[in-house]
Every structure is written in C-alpha cells, then in structure tokens.
C-alpha cells in the first residue's frame, strides 16, 4: 500500500516569505503528526491532528501552524521565515486511536532552506 | 518532562563487530518505547515497539531489550548496511501524548 507522502520534498526560500506543506497519510489512518528534525535539537514535535482537529501541540511560536482536512491530508504553514526555520520536515501518520501505543509512519519529509 | 537520551552520539564498527546502543528515558508512565532506522535523505522507519521491562524484540541482526530506565539495541555481526541513525522514542501513558525522540546514534558500519 502507498506510504506517507510529503510534498514538496525541496524547497527554498527567504526570510520573511511563508511556506506551505502537505502531507498526505496511509489511507486509514486518522491522525498525521508534524516533527521538524535538525542536526542540533533532532526531532521536536510540531503538533498532531486527528479527525480535523489538532490534539496536541509542541512548544513552537504561533508563525509555525497546520490543519487537517476531510481526507486526513495535512498542510503545515510557517510565516514570517526565519533562518533558524531551515530543517527537515518530517509528516507521520498513524491510525491514532486512543489508548494504544501509536506507531508512527514517517513520510520522506519536506527539506526546507531559509536564506 | 519526558526525556531521552541516546548514547554514543556516533558509533564505527567492523563489519561482524558486535556492540550495544543505549536509550535512556524519564516518563511519567510508559506507553511504549519505540525504536527506529532513518537513513540520509530519508525519513525514519518503524523497528520495535516495547512495552514494559523485561520485554525483548528481535529482527535480523537487531534485538531490542528494556529495563525501566533503558533500553538497548544490540546489533550482532553487522553489516555495511546496517549503516543508518538509530532513534529511540517514548510515549507516555497519558492521554494521546506525542512520541518524544532522542538525538539518535549514527552507526557506521566497516567493511
């Protein structure tokens, strides 16, 4: 079955433009988690949606967002780009039901340059 | 908070050269611990889950253990491919908590 896809897998941009991401899930799976990888902090979670709301959030400033849609495809948005913005956007999806251990699946991720 | 540690940061082996790496963690009650393989350019994949101490998991040349504050991944007679960054997660059981990663280790494998 299809995996986890993100797109786009390159980008770059330029302090103060913004950036839209999109991640689309295995099919089934309800809940896609945003983690944004670096090779000082590694993974740090940006927040997670199921069922078109968000349940958790990570400690990251508001200008970092996403939403889910209807079909569980996920878009993050970041604003007003910083440098420190550069990174490795990695989307999971997992069925995220409650009570069980989530095993994440991982897309190839989204890798963002700042200039 | 949750934490996890990994240790060593980045590991060279010989091929066939046995070793261990570690993940320590501090939870406020543990879901599950959970292991993974992220080569370059991609993103990590699933290896194990484990859930409570004394539990092990194995696959191929990989075997995972965990005790309440660690867990190892024990990699026996490696091979060039193993070559990847290990990382280790935890999910607290509590709620729909997120998983929360250490840094990884990233083992280079010799041939």
């Known amino acids: 079955k299809a995996g986890v896809t993100q797109t786009p897998r390159y980008l770059i941009k330029t302090r103060g433009q913004q950036v839209t991401l999109s991640c689309s899930p295995i099919s089934g799976h309800r809940s896609v988690s945003w983690y944004q990888q670096t090779p000082g902090q590694g993974l740090q979670f940006l927040f997670e949606?199921?069922?078109?709301?968000?349940?958790n959030k990570g400690n990251f400033p508001g200008r970092f967002s996403g939403r889910q849609f209807s079909n569980s495809r996920s878009e993050m948005n970041v604003s007003t780009l910083e440098l420190g913005d550069s990174a490795l956007y990695l989307c999971?999806?997992?069925?995220?039901?409650?009570?069980?251990?989530?095993?994440?699946?991982f897309g190839a991720g989204s890798r963002l340059t700042v200039l | 908070e949750d934490q996890v540690t990994q240790s060593p940061e980045a590991l060279r082996l010989q091929e066939g050269e046995s070793s261990s790496l570690n993940c320590s963690y501090t939870v406020s009650g543990l879901r599950g611990l959970f292991w993974y393989r992220q080569d370059p350019g991609k993103g990590p994949e699933f290896l194990f889950t484990?859930?409570?101490a004394g539990e092990e998991k194995e696959k191929e040349r990989l075997k995972a253990t965990l005790t309440k504050k660690e867990s190892f991944l024990h990699i026996t007679a490696p091979k060039p491919e193993d070559s990847a960054t290990y990382l280790c997660?935890?999910?607290?059981?509590?709620?729909?908590?997120?998983?929360?990663f250490g840094k990884g280790t990233r083992l280079s494998v010799i041939a």
């Open positions: 999971a999806s997992s069925k995220g039901g409650a009570g069980g251990a989530n095993v994440l699946t």
């Open positions: 997660a935890v999910q607290a059981n509590s709620g729909n908590t997120p998983l929360v």
């Open positions: 484990l859930y409570s």
């Open positions: 949606y199921f069922s078109e709301t968000q349940r």
